[in-house]
């Protein structure tokens, strides 16, 4: 069975940087709520953390947004409420949610981009441009949850310990920064350990090459002629016009025009095809094996 994650890192460079890309540069509700929908609904069914915690921070970043906006923002012509002589509009009320859609669906957009791009896709993309950039990103994942679990340990110890405590305020804060001083040790110990490493390998002497097991196939070449079709479909009718959406002074009507909706359309298939393709291969491998 072969998943959406397992493509080719190009054709996934490639998708993550259309679908990002169209909702990071509109403020259409529509191609704004398709990119919310479809970004969560794969990080949420298809490997990445479901836990409620780690679906605060994007709430928190919606509700924070919608709420800050209307407070800081006072354009438009709808008065809700009049809040220490500021009045409080639809228009920025509106604005605000939609910046807040925006942001939390480009932030799964990343995580599930993070999630999927190890660092052997790094170096098979970047390798050949550039293998000093691609050394340092493949690196720069490659910590990021080493050091979330080195800091985990390093807490469990102290608490075993007994000099990690979480009484009150001033204890948890003296805790975290005994962790984080600990933590800091540990990070230059294990850089100078890796370059001393590297150096003894004969880094940086002579051309660097690398294997790959990565191979452009035709599912690939169908996936990102899929993926430039759709994109073309929705960058197509926001370079016309017919996407065009204004909060201020007064909050427009949405286009219900042809060129519209093949808009809505292709971003929502856009959207929506990681998970669709993976749902079809969960499918067609339920279905083989009722055969068996």
């Not at 370079?239 to 025009?257: M, Q």
Request: one cysteine or more; charged letters at 10%; a positive charge.
């Amino acid at each position: 069975m072969r998943k959406f994650s397992d493509g080719n890192p190009l054709v996934l460079l490639a998708y993550f940087s259309a679908a990002a890309g169209i909702a990071m540069f509109t403020m259409h509700p529509v191609l704004l709520g398709l990119s919310l929908l479809g970004s969560a609904a794969y990080w949420l069914f298809s490997g990445g953390d479901r836990s409620f915690k780690n679906q605060l921070f994007p709430v928190c970043l919606l509700l924070g947004l919608t709420l800050l906006n209307p407070l800081v923002y006072h354009n438009g012509q709808t008065v809700l409420f009049v809040m220490n002589h500021n009045p409080i509009t639809l228009e920025a009320a509106l604005y605000g949610l939609m910046s807040g859609v925006m942001a939390s669906g480009v932030l799964y957009w990343f995580r599930s981009f993070c999630r999927i791009m190890s660092s052997d896709k790094l170096l098979y993309l970047f390798g050949s441009l550039s293998p000093k950039t691609a050394l340092l990103l493949s690196m720069a994942l490659r910590y990021v949850p080493l050091y979330k679990k080195q800091a985990q340990a390093i807490q469990q110890a102290q608490k075993g310990l007994g000099l990690y405590k979480e009484d009150n305020a001033l204890d948890s804060m003296k805790g975290g920064l005994r962790v984080f001083s600990s933590l800091t040790t540990w990070a230059l110990e294990t850089g100078i350990v890796t370059a001393d490493s590297m150096a003894a390998r004969g880094y940086g002497i002579g051309r660097r090459t690398f294997f790959s097991l990565f191979r452009f196939t035709r599912r690939d070449g169908l996936l990102l002629t899929v993926t430039a079709l759709l994109a073309a479909g929705t960058l197509l009718p926001m370079g016309s016009g017919a996407l065009e959406f204004t909060y201020y002074p007064i909050i427009s009507s949405l286009s219900g025009s042809f060129t519209a909706w093949a808009g809505y359309v292709c971003y929502g298939l856009l959207c929506l095809l990681p998970t669709l393709m993976d749902t079809l291969e969960v499918l067609q491998w339920k279905y083989l094996q009722s055969g068996i």
